[in-house]
């Protein structure tokens, strides 16, 4: 992706998973990276020591992305840094698997303070600060399209995050900013992969025609084609990248 060469490239939640395997895929293609992480310092600057001896150009940034203090800063030194922002991926995100009727208060407020929280705080500030003519990109997931118990904290709040990229295209439309949401399926990552037997991961495989999960590099290449500028014409859209789960 030429047309990725000299963007500057936020991307929250990138110290580990898919956001890890994004920012390096980005650096490759020639953006300037910020690696933004909550609470794994040593893992975020890991992936920019990697992108760094490879040629690249990426920095990290500490941030909770439910802290709209935290966010402003983010944002502010980002740019105090690299001079704009021209691409916001949010990938931050928490999955707890439980049926309703055993989700505690808790966790489904944490669930909600990540997932939905941090983006419209990260969106809050996009709305001024993202460089005209960009590109927001935020994570969902393709178990919307599905109905499998245990995930209804989850997709509730990755519905609402669908939601709110289809209002954000309209309200920074006029800026030239296109906004959409990306939807992976099952994908090996430590978030994804946490707590669940070989039998249940199997069994999810089998949900999609090639009968695997996704790595993070096949989401990685989505995203890099999703925020480049052949993708300007997509906007307010919902993306599916499951192998055909759903």
């Given at each position: ?8 490239i936020?991307?929250t ?5 898919i ?9 490759v ?19 920019v020591?990697e ?5 690249g ?14 966010v402003?800063?983010?944002?502010d ?17 928490i ?11 808790d966790e489904?407020d ?16 996009a ?10 990109l ?9 109905m499998?118990p245990?995930?209804g ?29 990306l939807?992976?399926g099952p ?15 199997a ?16 989401i ?18 919902n ?8």
């Amino acid at each position: 992706m030429k047309n990725l060469s000299e963007k500057v490239i936020l991307v929250t939640g990138a110290s580990k998973g898919i956001g890890a395997e994004v920012a390096k895929k980005l650096a490759v293609a020639g953006a300037r990276v910020i690696v933004n992480y909550a609470g794994s310092k040593s893992d975020a600057d890991a992936v920019v020591a990697e992108i760094t001896a490879n040629g690249g150009d990426a920095i990290s940034l500490q941030a909770d992305v439910r802290n709209p203090a935290e966010v402003k800063a983010l944002f502010d030194q980002a740019i105090a840094h690299y001079g704009r922002i021209d691409v916001l991926i949010n990938n931050a995100g928490i999955m707890i698997t439980k049926t309703i009727a055993e989700t505690t208060d808790d966790e489904f407020d944490r669930t909600f303070d990540i997932n939905v929280k941090g983006v419209f705080n990260t969106l809050r500030e996009a709305a001024t600060k993202l460089a005209d003519n960009g590109t927001v990109l935020n994570i969902s997931t393709s178990v919307n399209r599905l109905m499998i118990p245990g995930y209804g904290n989850y997709v509730a709040s990755k519905s609402a995050v669908e939601q709110l990229t289809r209002i954000f295209s309209r309200e920074v439309g006029h800026r030239g900013i296109n906004v959409n949401s990306l939807s992976p399926g099952p994908t090996a990552t430590a978030l994804f992969l946490d707590g669940k037997s070989q039998e249940t991961i199997a069994r999810l495989a089998a949900l999609n025609p090639f009968n695997r999960i996704a790595e993070t590099d096949d989401i990685a290449n989505v995203v890099l084609f999703l925020v480049s500028d052949d993708a300007k014409w997509i906007n307010a859209q919902n993306i599916g990248a499951n192998g055909g789960m759903a």
